[in-house]
């Protein structure tokens, strides 16, 4: 089918544009590879109001500081007058950039701000994938990181995972094995802390060999921390960014990238998050954003910075909050569950992960958890290259005691019903 088939030859009509089917055809190869999340169209059968949903991965709404958020605006606009509601600098405002640089000991320069982290992924995209490229991402990975990547047209290899995350010895057997075939991927995504599907983390032995095969190999890493900061129990480990840095002695030189975001310790809906990086990543960086949206809004970057001073006492409550459901979730699918299903045992974050005797169907069996009054997602979407038929992803951020005890009951009753 061709694009827009021409009405007629003769002079311009003025009458309606003839517009078709053919409009389909119109739509860039990239865009043709975006799908619908396979998850919204999963989930659509989960949002009937009697159910409890586990699904989501929404922050817990109850624990916004709504006043702090409200004065912040005040603050802010009483502070800077105009300028707060003026266009500004597609690098971001520069007290924040100075906070979140402190934070690592690296210059403002380095520190970009995006419109979420979400936007610091398709802007990475943008920049680093030419079609084609070797990808390596977790099995399973973050589903939003692959619709941000997707329209670059890369192609993806699975790193194998165990409970403890990236298997770094099956990625080193898969770097050489590449190599040998004369394959050299162009970058690692990885999810360290509190992984968005799985909550594992990555020890910091492990953390170190990442590092260092990729530093060997030439493969540039995306370390995407957004849970770091929630970390409820065990101990803080340094970043893969940290480790970089230290490896390669010189901010520019640093091979990890690190992207992170106000949106799981403040508020998300402010759309606030930052990438970290040497300088020729944050210099195309800021030309790919100025074409995205010039710059992130002015007036949430500043109620941001107001908000910084809240920001530890903020991520007590939470992680104090996502301690007590997650513990609670644990003890109620210890109880509820049946032999032979399994599930992590997060030390942070806002979401776990089940895994069922092979040959079960959690998208099969969703509609009859559903029915039981409860829901999950499913773990097939997150593989980039398929698999996973007997997973799902649990959220425990935003649920009541009440509704995880009911749910971990109606979840044990249904996989029960479904082994037999
Ligand atoms: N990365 C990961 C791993 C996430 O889980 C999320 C949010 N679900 C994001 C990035 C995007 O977050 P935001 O755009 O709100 O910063």
Known sequence: MRCMTPASTGPVSTGPVPIGPDLLACISRRAQTMTASAIREILKITQQPDVISFAGGLPAPELFPLDAVRQAAETALSKYGPAALQYSTTEGHLPLREWIAGRHGI????????????????????????????????????????????????????????????????????????????????????????????????????????????????????????????????????????????????????????????????????????????????????????????????????????????????????KAAYRERGAHMLSQMDEFFPAGVTYTRPQGGMFLWVTLPEGVDTVALLPRAVENKVAYVPGQPFFALGGGANTMRMSYSSATPEQITQGMRALGATFREALG
């Open 107 to 318: 210059p403002a320069a380095n520190v970009q701000i995006v419109t979420g982290s979400q936007q610091g992924l398709d802007l990475l995209g943008k920049i680093l994938i030419d079609e084609g490229d070797l990808v390596l991402v977790e099995a399973p990975t973050y589903l939003g990181a692959l619709q941000s990547f997707q329209p670059y047209l890369p192609r993806y290899a699975e790193m194998p995972t165990d409970e403890g995350g990236i298997d770094v010895d099956a990625l080193a057997t898969l770097l050489a094995g590449l190599a040998a075939q004369g394959e050299k991927p162009k970058l690692l995504y990885a999810i360290p802390n509190f992984q968005n599907p799985t909550g594992r983390t990555l020890s910091l032995e492990r953390r170190r060999r990442l590092v260092e095969l990729t530093a060997q190999y030439g493969v540039l890493v995306i370390e995407d921390d957004p849970y770091g900061q929630l970390r409820f129990s065990g101990e803080a480990l340094p970043s893969l960014y940290e480790i970089g840095l230290e490896l390669a002695g010189d901010v520019d030189r640093n091979h990890v990238i690190y992207s992170s975001s106000f949106s799981k310790t403040l508020v998300p809906g402010l759309r606030d998050a930052w990438v970290e990086a040497a300088a020729p990543v944050i210099t195309k960086l800021i030309q790919a954003k100025q074409g995205a949206d010039l710059h992130t809004p002015t007036l949430n970057q500043m109620m941001i910075t107001e908000l910084l001073p809240l920001l530890p006492a903020q991520i007590e409550t939470v």
